[in-house]
């Protein structure tokens, strides 16, 4: 198995722009999470869905992110607008059981000017 | 409020010596696990404590989880430059409907110098 597919790997984008990140998680998870990673404030949970469906979207900080997971193999987390302060790598992770993020992609890497 | 916290929060070794990283919390958790994270990757999973008082070993490491399930330890013995990288530790609490709820600590990064 590949593993977790994310895609870019690096983004870098100007402040107000739509920025998608894509996620393939490995097939046969049923728990699919996306995370984002700053210095400040370590790996942080944005979302999760369980058999494509979202459970606990808490985690996303404003109505600027949303996350789609249309089928068992593809999800997407879109910021619009982008601004500097989403500057972070962006994780996405999937698990066959419940709370264990078990298996994490390479990550995104955005950056917003 | 940190739900996880981590100490250290940095780790510098000469190669060859022991070390123990830490993970406190006021909350019982489910199952606590422990990653490694290296510079440019995802975190990769090391181990899965559940049980309160478990010991687990990989290699020449360590892994403790407490017996209130609110705290647990990593010890590495005779470090090597390979186990350098960043160590954190997640905490499941249940948040219902048969779902968990995973959170990160901030991570030790720890450097072994050869």
């Known amino acids: 198995d590949a593993g977790v597919i994310q895609s870019p790997r690096h983004e870098v984008t100007e402040m107000g722009q739509e920025v998608t990140l894509r996620c393939k998680p490995i097939?046969?998870?049923?728990?699919l999470f996306w995370y984002r990673q700053t210095m400040m404030r370590g790996l942080e949970l944005l979302i999760y869905?369980?058999?494509?469906?979202?459970?606990?979207d808490s985690g996303m900080p404003e109505d600027r992110f949303s996350a789609k997971m249309p089928n068992a193999s593809f999800s997407t987390l879109k910021i619009q607008p982008s601004e500097p302060r989403d500057s972070a790598v962006y994780f996405c992770a999937s698990s066959p059981t419940s709370g264990r993020a078990e298996f994490f992609g390479p990550g995104t890497r955005l950056t917003v000017l | 409020t940190q739900l996880l916290e981590q100490s250290p929060q940095f780790l510098s070794i000469q190669e060859g010596e022991n070390l123990t990283v830490y993970c406190n919390s006021s909350s019982v958790f489910s199952s606590l696990q422990w990653y490694r994270q290296e510079p440019g990757e995802g975190p990769v999973l090391l181990v899965t404590?559940?049980?309160?008082?478990e010991v687990k070993k990989l290699k020449r490491l360590t892994f403790q989880f407490g017996d209130a399930r609110k705290d647990s330890s990593l010890h590495i013995t005779a470090a090597q430059p390979g186990d350098t990288g960043l160590y954190l530790c997640a905490g499941a609490v249940y948040s219902g409907a048969g779902s968990y709820q995973l959170t990160f600590g901030k991570g030790t990064k720890l450097s072994v110098i050869p």
């Open positions: 869905f369980n058999n494509n469906v979202p459970i606990d």
């Open positions: 404590v559940v049980t309160g008082g």
């Open positions: 097939s046969g998870h049923d728990y």
